[in-house]
């Protein structure tokens, strides 16, 4: 099934190594394997079929890399979030910038402030979307991106979180009524009707794999996630993700699919 034909990704920058991390995952990013992975990450969602906007590193923000979270590209409209985290607001404009070659004006939304969000919080499911209420997307950006939603005929579910960084940090969509899930994830009421493949504490940072065109990106080392994935019929992929898993940033975080 060919659902997404494009991708927008930003280079890793140099500061990467200054980007937010709970440390959950030790150690500081090392810049150059950094870039190895991005470019074997961009080469991966090519093999995917889709074409991929590559944007230029920016210094002034660490996590620019993190595209995910600035945006989210709907089949219907191009939503720019306003990011909770301080030092990640600015990435915005950035990736407004690059969204405007793709959607027309009158299709672009924006979260505007008291209210935050981060697309690292929304979870695509058709055009249905699941929120999740976190450190950096609060109740006001929830209220209006269900708004944003409402207009164009899409709706969403709220999901508090309770341990993790973002929604999909513990909770991906394989498509076909598929759901990844980890941790606070696994028995959550919100999901209870999805077919839930639940992943061995051991290996709750693969919850963030990407379901592109049928095929499964997975990170490398993960080997009951790879199984449990494969074992659904999907054709995978692995990439090594282990720089950005220092600042916890996954796969999905590295790209807009749309
Ligand atoms: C941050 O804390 O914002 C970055 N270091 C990681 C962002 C990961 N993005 C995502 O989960 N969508």
Redesign the pocket.
């Known amino acids: 099934m060919q659902k997404f034909s494009h991708a927008i990704v930003r280079k890793p920058c140099r500061a990467l190594a200054e980007?937010?991390?709970s440390g959950l995952y030790p150690g500081k990013p090392d810049y150059e394997l950094a870039c190895r992975q991005h470019d074997a990450y961009i080469q991966a969602l090519r093999e995917c079929g889709v074409d991929v906007m590559v944007l230029p590193a920016d210094e002034r923000y660490p996590?620019s890399c993190?595209v995910?979270?600035p945006a989210v590209l709907t089949r219907r409209c191009a939503i720019i979030t306003n990011p909770g985290?301080l030092s990640?607001n600015g990435e915005k404009e950035g990736i407004l910038e690059a969204v405007r070659q793709f959607y027309p004006e009158d299709k672009i939304e924006r979260i505007l402030p008291p209210g935050t969000l981060?697309?690292?919080d929304v979870m695509m499911a058709g055009d249905h979307f699941f929120v999740g209420k976190s450190a950096r997307t609060n109740a006001e950006g929830i209220r209006q991106f269900q708004e944003i939603l409402e207009k164009y005929g899409m709706t969403c579910t709220e999901v508090e979180l309770e341990k993790v960084?973002?929604l999909?940090?513990g909770v991906n969509y394989l498509e076909n009524d598929i759901l990844l899930t980890a941790g606070e994830f696994v028995d959550k009421q919100e999901f209870i009707s999805y077919h839930r493949i639940v992943i061995p504490e051991e290996e709750a940072y693969a919850a963030n794999c990407i379901w592109v065109n049928d095929t499964v990106i997975i990170p490398e080392g993960y080997p009951a996630v790879l199984d449990a994935v494969r074992s659904c019929g999907y054709r995978t992929l692995t990439v090594d993700t282990s720089e950005f898993r220092k600042?916890?940033?996954?796969l999905?975080?590295l790209s807009l699919r749309f």
Request: glycine share 22%; net charge negative; aromatic share 4%.
């Open positions: 980007g937010i991390s996590d993190f995910e979270d985290a990640r981060e697309g690292g960084l973002h999909k940090t600042l916890d940033g996954g999905s975080c």
